[in-house]
């Protein structure tokens, strides 16, 4: 059974079709990556993956009693607002401290408790905010380019727990990004999508795709390199990428 189901897919901004015929399953485990360029509806998509912006057309099935946890892009706390990171995990659920502590240990930064939210460098923000989303014990992560804002190394470290995490909690992780370079190693499947699903493939298999190059250029051939699906259509919005897909009861 599929974690995470997008059936056809369309979503509208009024008048604007930003998304269309966007079919996707997220299995227990993976970790998806989704690049594309500025605009073509990748925030839309993870945005409509947790259920908070409505298909205009399609559907999207959520396994019964799935637990997502989501990762903002960027969280703007006030500079001024004195507040620990124990205080922040704790604002919105009733956690333990033990779950926080845990939490911030499979984000990689177990000592961060008791510091100053307001004192955290640009990394060890990101890795709270993911601890924050690892405290639901969520079966999926969603990361909404997460590294944005950090170097490459930072960048690289990151997208290395972030692989941690799934190997020790077996959460599929679905997650935007900008990077190829350092999240192909550790990606499953690479979504390229342009307003729907361009091309998609496994960094296992070795290929290079024409839709993708057409997007971004050739400058990403070191990425290229890793990266191969099995291409053969033009841009049509009938081709079906998706396996099987499988509903269910709670729909
Ligand atoms: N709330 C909104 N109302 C109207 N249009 C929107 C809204 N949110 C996004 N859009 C438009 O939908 C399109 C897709 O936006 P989206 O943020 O999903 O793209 P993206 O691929 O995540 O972009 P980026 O890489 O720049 O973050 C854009 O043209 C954007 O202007």
Do not use: W
């Not at 799935?66 to 990762?71: F, H, N, P, T």
């Not at 923000?125 to 989303?133: C, E, I, N, S």
């Not at 499947?189 to 296992?204: D, K, S, Y």
Request: hydrophobic share 40%.
């Amino acid at each position: 059974m599929s974690l995470i189901s997008v059936q056809d897919l369309s979503v509208a901004y009024g008048a604007s079709t930003v998304l269309r015929g966007v079919r996707l399953n997220v299995e227990p485990a993976e970790i998806v990556t989704i690049v594309g360029p500025n605009g073509s509806g990748k925030t839309t998509l993870l945005r409509a993956m947790i259920g908070a912006i409505a298909p205009s057309k399609g559907s999207i099935v959520r396994r019964h009693g799935l637990r997502i946890g989501y990762v903002p892009q960027k969280l703007h706390i006030d500079k001024t607002l004195p507040i620990t990171v124990e205080r922040f995990l704790r604002l919105t659920d009733k956690i333990a401290k033990a779950e926080c502590i845990q939490a911030l240990k499979q984000a990689g930064v177990p000592n961060l408790l008791n510091r100053q939210m307001s004192q955290l460098s640009g990394g060890q923000f990101q890795r709270v905010l993911l601890a924050r989303a690892l405290t639901g014990r969520p079966d999926v992560l969603l990361l909404d380019e997460a590294t944005q804002g950090l170097d490459q190394s930072g960048s690289a470290a990151f997208y290395k727990q972030i692989e941690a995490v799934r190997n020790t909690t077996g959460c599929a992780v679905v997650m935007i990004s900008h990077e190829l370079h350092v999240v192909m190693s550790a990606s499953d499947r690479v979504i390229c999508l342009n307003g729907h699903i361009c091309c998609e493939g496994t960094p296992a298999m070795v290929a290079s795709a024409p839709e993708y190059r057409a997007l971004f250029g050739s400058g990403t051939a070191g990425a290229l390199a890793l990266y191969q699906h099995n291409h053969d259509h033009s841009h049509d919005d009938e081709h079906d990428h998706s396996g099987p897909i499988e509903r269910e009861a709670a729909e």
